[in-house]
């Protein structure tokens, strides 16, 4: 069964750097997102992405982070300058369709981002 | 705004037992999807089962079944037969039913279950 991949599985960066994780989401999705899940918290809607723009987004998703799909397979998240309170699992996750029963989110095993 | 609200942090079940996991949800929508979700320790979301509000059976999938009640706005998970391999954190979540854009789930907070032999 397809799937949909995230690398790396850790990344660990200091305070101010930044970071890209990328995932490559299953190959007939058209609808991408990310999750973000702070150690023992909720997972936490980021933002959704479809036909090369952003749909919509959290109140997370601030100016320091970005998404792109560079090229036909790969769809990065860029954090420009970590926070400290940026560490924990991203999880990348994409459907075909936009919102129906038979389309759910697949998820990625997620990225361990530490900060420090 | 749509809420997800899981009001049992932890449980617990022995093995071979059924447990059932309470799930509420406050929205205006009329039509929308809620899934259960498991994380294992290996942090992975994976898909457990889902249903449509449109439509009264509640859903069932080997083992896993839910009740849903629209009118009460629940939708809890019973797990019959529990396994050792069920053991892991259940996220109750819910999807507008919106066509054109991507629509996100909202999550609850989540139950840890632990199963006991």
């Known amino acids: 069964e397809p799937e949909v991949t995230q690398t790396p599985s850790h990344q660990v960066t200091q305070m101010g750097q930044e970071v890209i994780l990328r995932c490559v989401p299953i190959?007939?999705?058209?609808?991408f997102y990310w999750y973000r899940q702070i150690l023992g918290q909720k997972v936490e809607f980021l933002v959704s992405?479809?036909?090369?723009?952003?749909?919509?987004k959290s109140e997370i998703f601030d100016d320091q982070f970005s998404v792109e799909r560079p090229d036909g397979s790969n769809f990065t998240l860029k954090i420009r300058s970590t926070k400290l309170e940026d560490s924990a699992m991203y999880f990348c996750?994409?459907?075909?369709?936009?919102?129906?029963?038979?389309?759910?989110?697949?998820f990625g095993n997620g990225t361990r981002l530490t900060v420090t | 705004a749509q809420t997800v609200t899981q009001s049992q942090p932890e449980m617990s079940v022995q093995e071979a037992e059924t447990v059932t996991l309470s799930c509420t949800y406050d929205?205006?929508?009329?039509?929308?999807?809620l899934f259960w979700y498991k994380q294992p320790p290996s942090r992975q979301m994976i898909l457990v089962i889902r249903?449509?509000?449109?439509?009264?059976q509640n859903a069932t999938e080997n083992r896993f079944s839910v009740n849903f009640q629209k009118a009460a706005k629940s939708f809890s998970l019973k797990i019959s037969d529990s396994q050792l391999g069920d053991a892991a954190m259940y996220f109750c979540?819910?999807?507008?039913?919106?066509?054109?854009?991507?629509?996100?789930?909202?999550f609850g907070t989540g139950t840890r279950l632990q199963v006991t032999l």
């Open positions: 190959s007939n999705h058209l609808y």
């Open positions: 249903q449509e509000a449109y439509k009264q």
């Open positions: 996750a994409s459907s075909r369709d936009s919102s129906s029963y038979n389309s759910p989110l697949h």
């Open positions: 929205t205006s929508e009329s039509d929308y999807y």
């Open positions: 992405f479809y036909n090369n723009e952003i749909s919509e």
């Open positions: 979540a819910y999807r507008s039913e919106r066509g054109g854009t991507a629509s996100k789930l909202t």
